[in-house]
């Protein structure tokens, strides 16, 4: 297992699990934001029935088991085994969801498949080098197809690769995770410079004027292929 991958296990034992329900009654249910049942939902990705979609990053597995129980063909890659297990656990019941232990770059170069959007919740596109990412996923878009990503908004003034920190507990040193931290603008024009169309992005506020808690940045934009 590498660094990062332990890295990201330790993690995982710090991250609660989603609740059973939300606040709609509803078992299975998609999130941008770090608030829950707050923001747009998976109509951002246009989820057809029989459509492909693949998440970068699914963690625990809660939004790509809820596209999978719309009807998609839900595919969502980690590197963690523990958030891996811990999804495949709770969501063993959802037909057409496909779990995979893959590093995100590594999964997009050496695939053939194409998928009609490809997604991240504070996942891969927060904790890869943009200008390394964004070609490969292209690649795998198939034309016209939808890239929409959610992470934490930039501190000002601290952007582009920055460090943050998970905790090991036991007094022993943290791991040392890389971000790349972009503000709205610097995405829009990122994903213009690799070959996207219809690029917007935006900070959505934190529920109820919560100046306290940072909002979500939200970005989207087409495969011009």
């Known amino acids: 297992m590498t660094d990062l991958a332990v890295a990201w296990d330790t993690y995982s034992r710090t991250k609660p699990s989603r609740r059973t329900t939300n606040a709609a009654g509803n078992?299975?249910?998609f999130n941008w934001t770090q608030h829950p049942d707050y923001g747009p939902g998976e109509e951002l990705l246009a989820p057809q029935p029989g459509a492909r979609i693949l998440e970068l990053g699914c963690g625990?597995?809660?939004?790509?088991?809820?596209?999978?129980?719309?009807g998609v063909h839900a595919t969502g890659i980690d590197i963690s085994p523990a958030q891996l297990d811990a999804a495949r656990e709770r969501w063993r019941q959802v037909p057409a969801l496909t779990l995979l232990e893959a590093d995100a770059l590594e999964f997009l170069r050496r695939g053939q498949q194409q998928f009609d959007a490809i997604y991240s919740v504070f996942g891969a596109m927060?904790?890869?080098?943009?200008?390394?990412?964004?070609p490969a996923i292209r690649d795998r878009l198939t034309p016209g197809g939808r890239l929409v990503f959610s992470h934490r908004p930039p501190i000002e003034g601290c952007y582009g690769c920055q460090s943050g920190l998970i905790q090991r507990g036991d007094g022993q040193e943290p791991f040392v995770i890389r971000r790349w931290d972009y503000t709205a603008d610097a995405w829009i024009d990122l994903l213009a410079d690799n070959g996207f169309v219809d690029a917007?992005?935006?900070v959505v506020p934190s529920p109820g004027g919560q100046q306290q808690t940072a909002g979500t940045l939200l970005?989207?934009?087409r495969n011009a292929q």
């Open 126 to 134: 927060w904790f890869v080098d943009p200008r390394i990412l964004l």
């Open 200 to 202: 917007a992005a935006h």
């Open 27 to 29: 078992t299975t249910w």
């Open 60 to 70: 625990k597995g809660g939004n790509i088991a809820h596209l999978a129980a719309c």
């Open 219 to 221: 970005a989207q934009a």
